[in-house]
């Protein structure tokens, strides 16, 4: 009896064992919720170019979540060496509060350190039942949005000021805009921490009729749930996403791995890096990429978190930090 | 006494089989259904695809990982139960409400806010952290701070299921032991031991259960890292939300199986415990 048990404690062992044998070089990239297939495909690529051009093996790993959860999680300790979130101002939180990333982070990488871009398009059942064409369609009586929460969610603050824009435009003013903004978050019946949940909650447990979502996960969320369940409604006018990425110098530096870290981050900038960006359906920044795929993305006005809002310090603070706009309009909830 | 014998019930058939039924339809809507579903869902591509999900080299890891923290957190709750009701039930002492108290925390704390503590005491811009940083110790995010935060919410099972049962059988035989002239440690292996042997059984099932399935603390303390990371239900929930259906409800049943097993073992025990008592008791 003793030997058997002890047979099954060696067994037990060797199994839990396997996994920390080998050492090699090790990137943790950070990122956002809907780029888990489009980093597990660039990760591979990049990991095969890696070892052909130093012999290096190189092992990227991923962990995902609601942009602003996962700053706070590498404020908080989180030992990425590159951070690629939804918008810049969740790696400029990572650079105030830890001082991990040197300030300017942002000029560091072609484009502002966006190495593809997004927008906001609507998700709407098959055969669109509610007639939702554009933004003022979504706060209608008897519309429910889903959209994930701007406190935890990148995509959910893209989402606020592409309806905010359009608001302001539309109707004329910032007081306009946020009575437009308080009625369409009025309509919303579960806020996701992060823009998957969102669309879980929409295509899965069938709840709501319109899903404001990055682009890319609309087109996911139609090619893996097929055509037969859910359509994409293109607005008059949305918003230019740019998810920004960065090395964590801190991190880097401590770890010895600054050099893979930078060099991972300018391979995303490679056409071929670009072929997968716009196969996720991120738009690509290389325009000849771009051009090959033009097809594939609707033509719309976009505007800029720049141009509309003063920046994303400004934007975070007057509408999403504590006590501001947001707070204010979800009082009433 | 003689009636009851003859008619141990007096409702009419009518009203036993309505409930007996409504007890059968309750058990089956709410634990076979269920239960059912995530091995039907698991299987729905066949068994070739359900291989293939559980051997995945995430889901091995997430598997592993699982049992790793198990293996850690249910002995070190186990010494821990049986200490701290030891203590409670067969002495008096100061702050003993307060002790008892404590180990009540984790059943009333969420779990989010369980895990949350970690963040907030180990993170780096918590109260150690920065030290543990200079020291390159890593807890949060790494495997020794979701070890942490299954022990802090397994903490209470073993011991709540101890202090009752300590408590109600007082310390008799203890004392009959001491005045024999019986050790500490033989009072505590052939007295205490025997007599708390199914509620600490119970209790450690209980723990292993919890431990294995513990979501939202260890959510909050894992940084979510692909293969290193991630649990057997955060991996089960990260399937799910790439909509991969069927490796999501293959590892759901692996953890499902877990459980399983582990009520198997308990009825397997109870068998041959209550066999040698019977022997024990013709002597």
Redesign the interface.
């Known amino acids: 009896m003793t030997r058997r048990i002890l047979a099954v404690a060696f067994a037990a062992a060797l199994f839990l064992g396997t996994g920390v044998a080998h050492a090699e070089t090790t990137l943790l990239n950070v990122s956002y919720d809907p780029t888990r297939e489009l980093y597990r495909e660039v990760n591979a690529a990049f990991a095969a170019k890696w070892k052909a051009e130093t012999g290096e093996t190189l092992t990227i790993n991923q962990s995902h979540g609601g942009s602003g959860k996962q700053a706070r999680a590498v404020i908080d300790g989180l030992a990425a060496d590159v951070v690629t979130l939804a918008l810049a101002y969740d790696i400029d939180a990572i650079a105030a509060k830890s001082g991990q990333i040197a300030p300017g982070w942002q000029k560091r990488l072609p484009q502002n350190a966006a190495p593809y871009t997004s927008t906001i398009v609507f998700l709407v059942r098959k055969g669109n039942p509610k007639n939702i064409r554009d933004w003022d369609d979504l706060v209608k009586p008897g519309v429910q949005v889903i959209t994930p929460n701007p406190k935890t969610s990148g995509g959910a603050r893209w989402n606020y000021l592409a309806a905010w824009g359009y608001a302001r435009e539309t109707l004329g003013g910032d007081a306009a805009a946020e009575a437009f903004v308080k009625k369409l978050f009025a309509n919303v019946p579960v806020l996701d921490t992060g823009a998957r949940g969102a669309t879980n909650t929409f295509v899965q447990r069938r709840l709501g009729d319109v899903l404001l979502a990055w682009e890319n996960e609309a087109f996911l969320a139609v090619e893996s749930l097929g055509k037969d369940a859910v359509e994409i409604v293109v607005p008059s006018m949305s918003i230019l996403a740019e998810p920004p990425v960065a090395a964590v110098d801190a991190v880097v530096d401590r770890r010895g791995t600054r050099r893979a870290a930078e060099a991972y981050l300018k391979f995303l900038y490679t056409p071929e890096a670009q072929e997968m960006v716009a196969k996720h359906y991120y738009r690509p920044r290389d325009p000849a990429v771009a051009a090959k795929y033009a097809a594939r993305f609707p033509q719309l006005r976009l505007i800029t978190v720049d141009g509309a809002f003063g920046g994303w310090q400004k934007a975070q603070k007057e509408h999403f930090a504590d006590g501001g706009i947001f707070d204010r309009i979800g009082v009433n909830r | 006494m003689r009636r009851a014998v003859v008619a141990p019930t007096t409702e009419p058939a009518l009203v036993q089989w309505g409930l007996t039924l409504a007890a059968l339809g309750f058990v089956g809507i709410f634990l076979v259904l269920p239960l059912g579903t995530v091995f039907a869902e698991a299987l729905a591509h066949g068994p070739a695809a359900y291989l293939r999900a559980v051997s995945d080299p995430d889901a091995l ?1 997430a598997m ?1 990982l699982t ?2 923290t198990a ?1 850690i957190a249910v002995p070190l709750n186990l010494v821990f139960g049986v200490a701290a009701s030891w203590a409670i039930a067969k002495f008096d002492f100061r702050g003993k409400s307060v002790l008892i108290s404590l180990i009540d925390l984790p059943f009333s704390v969420s779990p989010v806010v369980s895990g949350l503590i970690f ?1 907030l005491l ?5 109260w150690f ?1 920065p030290w543990l ?1 200079a020291h ?1 110790i ?1 807890l ?2 790494a495997v020794p701070g979701i070890v942490l935060a299954t022990v802090f919410v397994t903490f209470p099972f073993v011991a709540r299921e101890l202090i009752p049962l300590m408590q109600e059988q007082g310390s008799e035989e203890e004392e009959a032991a001491l005045v024999l002239g019986a050790s500490g440690r033989q009072i505590f292996l052939l007295v205490t031991l025997p007599n708390i042997r199914w509620g600490l059984l119970y209790g450690v099932l209980l723990c292993n259960a919890r431990a294995m399935g513990e979501f939202g603390a260890v959510s909050v303390v894992s ?6 990371t991630n649990t057997m239900p955060l991996q089960v929930e ?1 399937l ?4 991969q259906f069927v490796a999501a409800f293959a590892v759901a049943s692996l953890l499902a199986g877990l459980a399983l097993v582990t009520l198997a073992a308990k009825t397997l025990l109870e068998h041959r415990f209550a066999a040698t008592r019977a022997a024990a008791g013709k002597d």
Do not use: P, S
């Open positions: 890891a592993r049992l790793i293996a963040v180990f993170g780096l811009q918590g952290g940083a390159d890593k949060i995010f940084g979510h890292i692909r293969g290193l990260i799910y939300n790439e909509y």
